[in-house]
């Protein structure tokens, strides 16, 4: 049996959000550039958190650290 490596998720290019593997557009920024090829999870719980200002990120959500 084998089991196929990798993540439910795609990440946008443009805002680096991960969405769900069947969506085709971005529901945060409308951008259709996704890619399956990222790595590192960042998940923001709280706004104005260190790690979503490190990051400069904004929003809470599932970011990925890489998009290539
Ligand atoms: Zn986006």
């Known amino acids: 049996m ?3 490596i990798g993540t ?3 990440a946008c290019r443009n805002c680096k959000r ?3 593997l069947d969506s085709d557009k971005c ?3 409308g ?3 996704l890619s399956r090829d990222w790595f590192g ?16 990120l904004e929003k809470t959500g599932r970011y990925a ?3 290539r």
């Not at 999870?41 to 709280?46: K, T």
Request: aromatic share 6%; hydrophobic share 45%; with cysteine.
């Open 41 to 56: 999870l960042a998940i923001i719980i709280e706004d104005g958190s260190l790690l979503a200002e490190k990051l400069g």
């Open 18 to 20: 991960l969405m769900p």
């Open 8 to 10: 439910p998720f795609k």
């Open 31 to 33: 951008s259709s550039d």
């Open 65 to 67: 650290l890489k998009v």
């Open 2 to 4: 084998s089991r196929r």
């Open 27 to 29: 529901e945060f920024c």
